[in-house]
């Protein structure tokens, strides 16, 4: 069983800045893609930021320049980093992972976290 388990949201002022932590725990032989979502009461789920195994990064155009995704593999632990937050980027945050477990090497599954809120006030 793999569980994802998110840390680091809450309220902070416009301007200001939060870390999120999302740690992948359980029966996990290799971590694929490891990504940052966050939804709206009444919107869908959209992507805020992404990070493959190799590094490779991509974010959505309204967060460039304002959050970094990182991660630390030997933790298997991602990261998002927020500064600059906007009213705007009030949501709630979810950790998205791609990940191979030791029972079914041969398949990579789908895992989400529970989420996180992040309300930014103006």
């Known amino acids: 069983q793999v569980q994802l388990v998110e840390s680091g949201g809450g309220l902070v002022q416009a301007g200001g800045s939060l870390r999120l932590s999302c740690a992948a725990s359980?029966?996990?032989?290799?971590?694929?893609?490891m990504s940052w979502y966050r939804q709206v009461p009444g919107n869908q789920r959209e992507l805020v930021a992404g990070?493959?195994?190799?590094?490779?990064?991509n974010y959505a155009d309204s967060v460039k320049g304002r959050f970094t995704i990182s991660s630390d593999n030997a933790k298997n632990t991602v990261y998002l980093q927020m500064n600059s937050l906007k009213p705007e980027d009030t949501a709630v945050y979810y950790c998205?992972?791609?990940?191979?477990?030791?029972?079914?090497?041969?398949?990579?599954?789908?895992?989400w976290g529970q989420g996180t809120q992040v309300t930014v006030s103006s």
């Open positions: 990070r493959t195994s190799g590094g490779s990064t």
């Open positions: 359980g029966s996990i032989f290799s971590i694929g893609r």
């Open positions: 998205h992972a791609e990940i191979t477990t030791y029972q079914a090497r041969g398949t990579m599954f789908s895992y």
